[in-house]
């Protein structure tokens, strides 16, 4: 099927406390454990075996170039690598847009994760991938949850669950991503994304 039905998520994102492949995970303003704090994280599995996702808005001092140059055309501004979590740094995961109107189910190497997000093979050939994507953003490592681990932290308040932009997973540089998607959020998580990154600072 073709991606139009989805686009309306490029405008909209409501608030949805149910986690799926899609959902953002923000952290909440009392959750200060360093690898976690002000994250974002996009969820691309969630099921019976638990939940995996990447932080989004944790670039490294690492450029794709130094590590995969053959994708850092590609790559969406910053060309950095990304960290997406604790959980396997040695390895990496990517994470692409597709263009309005891609048919995902008939091109080798990309999997549809929710809209027009997908996980892209980093063993494909990026010039068989680059006439289906606006880009594409590399991981260093995952952020997971075993069955029911996901759920304790969202019973203790860790995480507010939105739903994501295809925007949000390549977006623009240089914007605060966790006040960004608050922002947009309704009252009264709307008012959180003004609050200081350091409030012993204030």
């Known amino acids: 099927m073709a991606a139009h039905a989805e686009e309306p998520e490029d405008q909209t994102a409501s608030v949805d406390q149910a986690v799926r492949p899609g959902s953002l995970l923000v952290s909440s303003i009392e959750l200060v454990e360093p690898t976690f704090r002000r994250?974002?994280?996009?969820?691309?599995?969630?099921?019976?075996?638990?939940?995996?996702?990447?932080?989004?808005n944790r670039p490294s001092e690492t450029a794709v170039q130094n590590v995969m140059p053959q994708w850092s055309e590609l790559a969406a501004r910053p060309k950095a690598l990304y960290v997406g979590g604790p959980v396997k740094r040695d390895s990496a995961l990517c994470l692409a847009t597709v263009r309005t109107g891609v048919d995902?189910?008939?091109?080798?190497?990309?999997?549809?994760?929710?809209?027009?997000?997908?996980?892209?093979?980093?063993?494909?050939?990026?010039?068989?991938?680059?006439?289906?994507?606006?880009?594409?953003?590399?991981?260093a490592g995952y952020s997971g949850w075993t069955l029911g681990q996901l759920d304790?932290?969202?019973?203790?308040?860790?995480?507010?669950?939105?739903?994501?932009?295809?925007?949000?997973?390549?977006?623009?540089?240089?914007?605060?991503?966790?006040?960004?998607v608050l922002?947009?959020?309704?009252?009264?998580?709307?008012?959180?994304?003004?609050h200081p990154i350091e409030v012993e600072r204030n």
């Not at 994250?39 to 989004?56: C, F, M, P, Q, R």
């Not at 190497?109 to 010039?127: K, T």
């Not at 977006?171 to 605060?176: E, S």
């Not at 922002?183 to 003004?194: E, F, H, N, T």
């Open 104 to 139: 995902t189910s008939t091109i080798p190497g990309i999997r549809r994760v929710d809209g027009r997000v997908v996980m892209v093979d980093l063993d494909s050939d990026p010039a068989d991938i680059a006439p289906f994507v606006d880009g594409v953003r590399i991981f």
């Open 152 to 180: 304790g932290e969202l019973e203790r308040e860790d995480w507010m669950v939105v739903s994501a932009l295809a925007s949000d997973v390549i977006g623009p540089p240089k914007i605060d991503l966790w006040a960004h």
């Open 39 to 56: 994250t974002v994280v996009y969820i691309i599995e969630h099921n019976d075996a638990g939940s995996l996702g990447v932080v989004i």
């Open 183 to 194: 922002r947009r959020q309704p009252m009264p998580l709307a008012m959180l994304a003004s």
